[in-house]
């Protein structure tokens, strides 16, 4: 076959399979009368070898070596192929995802993308006080994209850059909200903790308190407790079993009795947080300092239960127990007089 026939057929151009020939990749067997290349189907055969290997993403080079060198194994240069695969792939994602950012900007003009392109460039310097100042000095009334805050957030380690984020994140208000939805159901521990974190500073945005709800019953604990110290704060009542936990394994306890008492505000959660914490000190497993933690607590439950709890507490075989539930029966007893304004 000549060259024209082999290009239709085969898909290649002649001007690639004049190419092949001189790099001596596919040489035609022979040559007519008139000197043009002539095909045989051994060829044509390897013409579709080179193809082949070609779409896997061999150079020509490498191709050329494949086919003449009997012992090439392909084990290496494939594993190679994949890393570099790869590593393209990871740098197109990157690429996909500022455009989208810079996309979600609704930028006006080339000077708006450029501000982007700018802050993101000090968002992935790898000095903490550049990106913390990146964040902290943008012009007033300068829109900063959620998304790119939201991943800033997600990915930052420093705990002063990270705050920052979140404060410039939150001033995003519903957006912000909205962009760290899928992180808080990341199978990352790391990433669903630093989501629920910055949504918790934002909880009084719309849609906040149902992302928040439904990370009470996250696996990890942290989130649970940041979820529900948030929700307590905007009075939640699907917190109050969380919290008391918290009270109980002594951890963030004084954040989560202060948010159990914003909760007791409504009756009806108040007699609620009284009657758990009640069984919580009379559990058989519970020691001294996690009884003193819950009569703690319910100092700053409302209405005249928790009162009660404590004067009976205070007859308890346990000496130090009973000291303290007197004292704070006292101090209940006094707010009691002195009325509501005093609380």
Request: proline share 5%; net charge negative.
């Amino acid at each position: 076959m000549l060259i024209g026939e082999v290009a239709r057929r085969s898909g290649v151009s002649a001007r690639m399979l004049r190419h092949y020939d001189a790099l001596g990749l596919v040489r035609p067997t022979g040559r007519t009368v008139g000197g043009y290349r002539e095909y045989a189907a051994d060829d044509v055969r390897r013409i579709f070898h080179v193809e082949s290997l070609r779409s896997l993403g061999l150079s020509l080079k490498q191709i050329g070596r494949a086919l003449e060198d009997p012992a090439f194994t392909p084990s290496a240069l494939v594993g190679d192929l994949i890393q570099w695969t790869e590593d393209r792939l990871a740098r197109e994602q990157e690429l996909l995802e500022r455009l989208r950012v810079i996309d979600a900007s609704a930028p006006a003009g080339w000077q708006d993308v450029l501000r982007v392109v700018e802050l993101m460039r000090e968002l992935d310097s790898t000095s903490a006080a550049r990106r913390q100042q990146a964040v902290l000095t943008r012009p007033e009334g300068l829109p900063v994209p959620a998304e790119l805050l939201a991943g800033a957030v997600l990915a930052e380690s420093d705990p002063h850059v990270a705050g920052a984020l979140r404060w410039a994140l939150a001033r995003t208000g519903d957006d912000g909200v909205a962009a760290l939805v899928a992180a808080a159901r990341s199978e990352d521990v790391d990433i669903r903790r630093r989501a629920v974190l910055a949504i918790a500073g934002m909880a009084e945005v719309p849609g906040a308190i149902a992302v928040l709800t439904d990370r009470l019953e996250d696996p990890d604990a942290l989130v649970r407790r940041r979820a529900a110290l948030a929700l307590g704060g905007q009075g939640v009542p699907a917190a109050v079993p969380t919290l008391v936990r918290m009270i109980v394994e002594g951890t963030n306890d004084v954040d989560a009795a202060e948010a159990l008492g914003t909760l007791s505000q409504d009756p009806a959660c108040a007699t609620r947080i009284t009657a758990l914490l009640a069984e919580q000190l009379a559990a058989p497993t519970a020691d001294s300092a996690t009884r003193i933690r819950l009569l703690q607590a319910l100092v700053e439950v409302e209405g005249t239960a928790p009162l009660e709890i404590l004067r009976q507490v205070a007859h308890d075989d346990d000496r130090t127990v009973a000291l303290v539930a007197s004292a704070l029966a006292g101090i209940l007893a006094k707010r009691a007089d002195d009325g509501p304004g005093d609380h």
